[in-house]
């Protein structure tokens, strides 16, 4: 868009449009992970996956 000399507002509502839906995608990640793995994980007291969630939680709110 911005090669083709869109107006910078357009690129702008564009890329909110994108990260709110990689936002989205993300949040369905989270909770599909959150359903399978962290479930069998603290059945199995696997603490390197619960680890390795706030990890990723850490990083996903930054």
Do not use: Y
């Amino acid at each position: 868009m911005v090669e083709n000399g869109r107006d910078c507002s357009e690129v702008l509502i564009q890329l909110s449009a994108v990260s709110s839906a990689l936002h989205g995608v993300s949040k369905v990640i989270l909770k599909d992970h959150i359903e399978h793995c962290i479930v069998d994980a603290v059945k199995t007291d696997d603490r390197e996956v619960l680890e390795n969630l706030n990890k990723a939680i850490d990083r996903f709110m930054k």
